[in-house]
């Protein structure tokens, strides 16, 4: 944060302005001068801040996670959040089964715990099970230590049930800071986002779901849904169907994404150096 230290100035009661045209004379009280200082400091604070050699560097210095990938081919990936329930993995499992979709699923450890039959069947299927944290803690308000911890604590767990180590993340809540994202690449895994939400979440309409995905999606994009979201299952279908048709092809988020070196704009778009 910039602190700007302004003097004090000692300022008459008035000042007494004459304008040549019409000789007419006007007189300014102090307090309205006063608030004319504090105006144009303001504006002056504004921009230091926003000028864009200062916000270029803040910009350069920002560690985002990967939203997007910029890709040649039409390639796009779903993904799920798992934390909670588990009424509907074998249904997902079955529809993307059905298309011969792989996705991704980041799953919270307690659940991969809880649940490791099911974490085993996504495996099976030929889907990813990546990392949603131990307990769905608020990762920003973790140091380093703490986060290694339950990042490793929920790659034991899925890998116990699945037979697969985790090489990919995605934040609880998609909170992250600079602590996380290298605390996450000084752990061998890229921290994953998202560029298209179906807010599946919100249990609006399948319809709703299906239009707010394919008005959205993009070569590259990455589709942010839910399991046991209310009205995810009855859109699915609808949506990949619109995908294929549409020339994609789905691939699981590791596929998707680059490896060897890349760069990734302020938009969190992942794209080969």
């Known amino acids: ?15 007494a302005l004459k304008f040549p045209r019409g000789g007419k004379i006007f007189t300014v009280r102090r307090r309205w001068i006063t608030a004319g200082a504090a105006v144009l400091a303001a504006a002056g604070i504004f921009y230091v801040v926003t ?12 560690e985002l996670p990967i939203y997007s990938v910029k890709r040649d081919n039409r390639a796009v990936s779903l993904t799920f959040d798992a934390a909670w329930g588990n009424e509907d993995t074998q249904q997902l499992i079955d529809i993307l089964g059905k298309y011969g979709a792989r996705a991704t699923f980041f799953v919270v450890g ?24 131990n307990d769905h803690a608020h990762f920003t308000k973790l140091s380093e230590a703490e ?11 899925i890998a116990a049930a699945t037979g697969v180590a985790p090489t990919l993340f995605r ?22 986002q998202w560029d298209v939400d ?3 979440w919100k249990e609006i309409p399948a319809a709703d779901i299906a239009k707010r995905v394919t008005e959205k999606v993009g070569p590259g994009s990455i ?4 399991n046991a979201a209310k009205h995810t299952p009855e859109a699915l279908p609808g949506i990949i169907e619109y995908l294929i048709k ?6 699981p988020v590791s596929e998707l994404i680059l490896k060897g070196e890349f760069t990734i704009d302020h938009t969190g778009r992942q794209a080969s150096k």
């Open 171 to 192: 934040a609880p809540y998609g909170e992250y800071d600079d602590n996380v994202i290298k605390t996450l690449r000084g752990m061998g895994m890229q921290t994953i």
């Open 51 to 62: 000028h864009p050699a200062v916000v270029g560097v803040s910009a350069t210095q920002r």
């Open 223 to 226: 589709v942010l849904f839910h």
């Open 147 to 157: 986060i290694v911890a339950n990042i490793s604590a929920a790659n034991r767990k």
């Open 110 to 133: 307690a659940w991969a715990e809880k649940y490791p039959e099911s974490a085993k069947a996504l495996t099976d299927a030929g889907h990813e099970v990546m990392n949603h944290s």
């Open 198 to 200: 179906s807010l599946d």
């Open 246 to 251: 549409d020339g994609y092809a789905i691939v």
């Open 1 to 15: 944060m910039f602190k700007i230290k302004l003097p004090r100035l000692r300022l008459p009661r008035a000042i």
